[in-house]
T-cell receptor
């Protein structure tokens, strides 16, 4: 069974640009969560989607947005990039039931903003 | 709001020895999940062990076990017979029953294994 796939793995952008990151969950998983990981702030929850609906949103500005498609694939977008947006963005999928609560993570997309 | 605290930024242990990583949390909920995740250098985050708060028995997965003290809100991870492959960042995480898949994370503990 293929794991969670994130693309691109690495990218470099300049301030003011926008970026779109993609996440393909494990087949059959309907929940996709996004996290930002930085050395200073650690792991912070961005948002979670289930069946194309955003169920939870973290405390991030409106420049951070996401969506989920009918095949459960998800994208997140960051507009008007700032230097502080440089981070590892992790996507995680789950089966969608509240049984185990386990998240399965992708390898992440490392964004550098210059 | 729930918080998770890992007070040990870095720990080191001799190969084959035992090490315990600490985690405390704060919550007003009675039912929740607690997790330990491992993130090796430049590799993806993987689940090490999971504990449901309503279970009194401590979870165990091979060389990994937890000491779950609900009243003290403590959730430590014990790694027995440490191996070089255990070197990684270890994160403690909390998930409330009604929070869908939003995890609250500790700051992490870097585990160094000395050969």
């Amino acid at each position: 069974k293929a794991g969670v796939t994130q693309t691109p793995r690495y990218l470099i952008k300049t301030r003011g640009q926008q970026v779109t990151l993609s996440c393909s969950p494990i087949s059959g998983h309907r929940s996709v969560s996004w996290y930002q990981q930085t050395p200073g702030q650690g792991l912070q929850f961005l948002f979670e989607y289930f069946s194309e609906t955003q169920r939870n949103k973290g405390n991030f500005p409106g420049r951070f947005s996401g969506r989920q498609f009918s095949n459960s694939r998800s994208e997140m977008n960051v507009s008007t990039l700032e230097l502080g947006d440089s981070a590892l963005y992790l996507c995680a999928s789950s089966g969608g039931t509240s049984g185990t609560g386990e998240l399965f993570f992708g390898e992440g997309s490392r964004l550098t903003v210059l | 709001a729930q918080t998770v605290t890992q007070s040990q930024p870095e720990m080191s242990v001799q190969e084959a020895e035992t090490v315990t990583l600490s985690c405390t949390y704060d919550t007003s909920e009675s039912d929740y999940y607690l997790f330990w995740y491992k993130q090796p250098p430049s590799r993806q985050m993987i689940l090490v062990i999971r504990q449901e708060a309503y279970k009194q028995q401590n979870a165990t997965e091979n060389r990994f076990s937890v000491n779950f003290q609900k009243a003290a809100k403590s959730f430590s991870l014990k790694i027995s017979d440490s191996q070089l492959g255990d070197a990684a960042m270890y994160f403690c995480a909390y998930r409330g029953m009604d929070s869908n898949y939003q995890l609250i994370w500790g700051a992490g503990t870097k585990l160094i294994i000395k050969p």
